[in-house]
């Protein structure tokens, strides 16, 4: 009885691992097989596939420097206009201390036309960086330029008309660098 015993459990055991020993035996035949596939090629089909595979790989680099030229370019064409914008707001205060300087009185004309050279000088930096003023008296009423700071019933004037520049605006392209404060009639 023990033989019958020793030999069933083997026969368990055996066909416990049936499964198991053809799975492996299925994958070292794969293995053997891609083996023998790649014996099978020729030192010039090998030579070739690696050829394309560099070459894929080529591309595929080009193709990002291109992306990253292309992106580098388009960021350095963001900043520029912003970089000016930012730079001519820190100079409007000065623009309007001027205006204010020279629309006051003044006993010597030596010393207001130097005032008025300057003033001169400094808006036409500003006209080279292509800063425009916004804001004048009898134009519609726009708030993408307009601050409506104050509002005034007159009947000289039509609906939404600026009738009073409080404070000059500025823009530069289609970017408003400073909005006009403006009264508005009607």
């Given at each position: 009885?023990?033989?019958?015993?020793?030999?069933?459990?083997?026969?368990?055991?055996?066909?416990?691992?049936?499964?198991?020993?053809?799975?492996?035996?299925?994958?070292?035949?794969?293995?053997?097989?891609?083996?023998?596939?790649?014996?099978?090629?020729?030192?010039?089909?090998?030579?070739?596939?690696?050829?394309?595979?560099?070459?894929?790989?080529?591309?595929?680099?080009?193709?990002?420097?291109?992306?990253?030229?292309k992106r580098s370019q388009r960021e350095k064409e963001e900043i520029y206009p912003r970089a000016t914008a930012a730079a001519v707001e820190k100079?409007?205060?000065?623009?309007?201390?001027?205006?204010?300087a020279m629309a006051s009185p003044c006993a010597d004309e030596t010393f207001k036309k130097g005032i008025e050279m300057i003033f001169q000088s400094?808006?036409?930096?500003?006209?080279?960086?292509?800063?425009?003023?916004?804001?004048?008296?009898?134009?519609?009423?726009?708030?993408?330029?307009?601050?409506?700071?104050?509002?005034?019933?007159?009947?000289?004037?039509?609906?939404?008309?600026?009738?009073?520049?409080?404070?000059?605006?500025?823009?530069?392209?289609?970017?408003?660098?400073?909005?006009?404060?403006?009264?508005?009639?009607?």
């Amino acid at each position: 009885m023990q033989k019958n015993d020793e030999k069933d459990l083997a026969q368990e055991t055996t066909a416990g691992e049936t499964p198991e020993t053809t799975e492996k035996e299925t994958e070292g035949s794969e293995a053997s097989q891609a083996k023998e596939a790649a014996e099978e090629k020729t030192p010039e089909e090998l030579l070739q596939e690696q050829c394309s595979q560099l070459n894929d790989k080529y591309m595929r680099i080009l193709a990002e420097y291109d992306n990253f030229r292309k992106r580098s370019q388009r960021e350095k064409e963001e900043i520029y206009p912003r970089a000016t914008a930012a730079a001519v707001e820190k100079f409007l205060p000065i623009i309007d201390n001027f205006e204010r300087a020279m629309a006051s009185p003044c006993a010597d004309e030596t010393f207001k036309k130097g005032i008025e050279m300057i003033f001169q000088s400094f808006l036409k930096t500003m006209e080279d960086l292509k800063v425009e003023e916004i804001g004048k008296e009898g134009e519609p009423f726009d708030p993408q330029f307009h601050n409506a700071v104050m509002h005034v019933e007159d009947e000289n004037y039509g609906e939404n008309i600026v009738t009073q520049v409080l404070q000059k605006g500025y823009r530069i392209g289609d970017k408003v660098v400073r909005y006009a404060m403006v009264q508005v009639a009607n």
